[in-house]
């Protein structure tokens, strides 16, 4: 019984996750974020024709939403004839897989305490109870490497699609994706060295944990506090790993077509969008777990918000409104990371595939290797 | 049957399928998915040996790193169908059958010898935190550090040795 009770626990999460969070806000973004801000900041009016029955209000756009999904829907499904059905059909399934796999380690708030749950040295204890794991899918001990583990197999989506489809732009923008993520997974995974430093672990919910602590006790000890350069690092390699702009050679329009997913059309064209718009999200929600303190709200622990390290809170909460606090501040952190890369995606033009290894080779990876070397001997100094 | 055996046999029997893939397919492309595929299988029955590190460490290494170049490499070379030949045995050939042979029974033997349980070899107690993240790196620093910077030294050579070997082309 405790069995079946947990497995439904497991596959709830999973739909909650992937179903209520990563694909509606991925699929929104496709229109709010690409159509309605890109008109906004070049100055158009946007997407604004399509109604919902009864409401003569565009709704900023929003049932463009429905009727682009309807479009899709209906569209022809075409593969060429002289493409490999096998892999053309399985290819925007590979591309999806990676990107819902990886929501199975980030945690949307703390483990449910099952008893009391109060705060020791800035940290959440639970009283007459235990910890249980309610708020990520999977409360893996290595998830950081679990998610480098993934994303290098998201290389395959890309690479197979323009592969299967015969054609020598689909080929081009396949293999100029697969050169770009092998480039940018190094800086990724050597960004990342240097918090792993500072928090000594690999476990993301631990890891968000021990950002409650507070240096000076004041100041909240979150990634971007202790390691400034490794934000704007890991941005910028999350950014390339997802294909988008000012990193999208691999669908470079004006050079290639659509690139890799040219010869797509219909549901396996949406499917391929949809994928890289989860793995945009995704990129949001990691770096707010890893940099900006995930699931913290400053000075808020297991019963209220804490001016200094005191006993009592010093504005006492009931815990399911610090557990709505804590997901709330997850959710608005990242859709805050993933407003940022839409801006940056249209305000800087596409990059050159030469600045882009130049990028990656020459800036980015010696730039985190001393980071890596800095971090190392400030740690070994001051501990 | 648990359901470690369910799936015990979902991993083994994928990964004997998928290996067999490699084998049977005649579009290389294809033999590097199954590959890749396998070393997914391996990597599940590595995380339910409860080796999580292995298992992780298998995906991101050689599925993530080296087949993607290998996949890459193919396609830009983009072979078609390998040509069917008769195949003819060689003495070569032959010697590597019989070591084969040899091998898989000298490993079936083995595998056999610890399920009757007449020979009570393994030991299933395992210490806490056993192959994860800080046990193997805790190992790897202090018993093993020695084979562990001879495997770095290693890798670095073959860096500079390939650095070498393509600058001399140009």
């Avoid at chain 1, 001016?307 to 809170?313: A, L, R, V």
């Avoid at chain 2, 069917?84 to 084969?100: A, W």
Wanted: some cysteine; hydrophobic content about 55%.
């Amino acid at each position: 019984m405790d069995l079946v009770w947990e497995l439904l626990i497991i596959l709830l999460k999973i739909v909650v996750v992937v179903l209520l969070f990563a694909f509606p806000i991925g699929s929104l973004m496709t229109l709010l974020g690409d159509r309605k801000q890109s008109s906004l900041i070049q100055n158009r009016i946007g997407p604004n024709r399509a109604r919902l029955p009864g409401i003569n209000h565009p709704l900023v756009g929003i049932p463009h939403f429905l009727a682009d999904g309807l479009k899709m829907i209906f569209k022809e499904d075409i593969i060429p004839r002289q493409a490999n059905r096998f892999w053309h059909t399985l290819a925007p399934a590979i591309s999806l897989f990676p990107a819902i796999a990886l929501w199975a380690v980030i945690p949307f708030s703390d483990h449910y305490c099952t008893g009391t749950a109060t705060m020791v040295d800035y940290r959440d204890v639970c009283v007459d109870g235990a910890f249980y794991n309610l708020f990520s899918i999977s409360n893996l001990e290595a998830g950081l490497l679990y998610v480098f583990a993934i994303s290098a197999v998201s290389v395959y989506g890309a690479a197979i699609a323009g592969w299967a489809s015969n054609s020598k732009f689909s080929l081009l923008g396949g293999l100029r994706s697969s050169a770009q993520m092998i480039s940018y997974e190094v800086t990724m995974g050597l960004s990342l060295a240097g918090i792993l430093i500072i928090y000594g672990t690999l476990n993301l919910n631990e890891m968000v944990v021990v950002q409650g602590q507070l240096l000076w006790d004041w100041l909240p000890m979150w990634g971007i506090v202790v390691q400034p350069l490794a934000f704007f690092l890991f941005l910028a390699a999350m950014m390339a790993e997802t294909k988008r702009a000012p990193f999208d050679v691999p669908e470079g329009e004006s050079e290639i077509v659509a690139g890799y997913f040219t010869e797509f059309s219909s549901m396996k064209f949406a499917v391929i969008q949809l994928s890289e718009y989860v793995a945009t999200v995704f990129v949001g929600s990691l770096v707010s777990t890893v940099f900006l303190g995930g699931w913290q709200v400053p000075w808020l622990y297991g019963d209220g918000f804490y001016f200094g390290n005191t006993d009592e809170p010093s504005i006492p909460l009931p815990y399911w409104l610090v557990i709505v606090l804590r997901v709330g501040s997850f959710s608005i952190k990242t859709l805050f990371i993933l407003w940022l890369q839409f801006m940056l995606r249209w305000t800087l033009p596409r990059f050159r595939y030469d600045q882009i290894m130049t990028l990656g080779w020459k800036i980015l990876l010696p730039l985190s290797l001393a980071n890596l070397v800095i971090t190392a001997f400030v740690v070994l100094v001051l501990l | 049957m648990g359901a470690e055996t369910i799936f015990f046999f979902l991993f083994g029997g994928g990964a004997i399928l998928s290996t067999l893939g490699v084998l049977l397919s005649r579009n290389p492309i294809n033999s590097a998915i199954s590959l890749v595929v396998s070393f997914f299988f391996l990597a599940g029955i590595y995380a339910m040996l409860s080796a999580h590190l292995n298992a992780i460490m298998q995906i991101m290494v050689y599925a993530g790193a080296i087949m993607v170049l290998f996949v890459f490499v193919l396609m830009l070379l983009n072979f078609g169908d390998e040509e069917h030949e008769k195949p003819r045995l060689n003495p070569t050939q032959i010697i590597s059958l019989l070591v084969g042979a040899a091998l898989l029974i000298a490993m079936f033997s083995a595998a056999t010898a610890f399920v009757d349980g007449s020979r009570q070899v393994f030991h299933p107690s395992m210490p806490p935190g056993f192959g994860g993240v800080e046990a193997i790196g805790h190992a790897l620093l202090t018993s093993y550090v020695l084979p562990f910077e001879m495997a770095a030294v290693l890798l670095l050579v073959g860096i500079v040795g390939a650095v070498v070997v393509a600058k001399r082309r140009f």
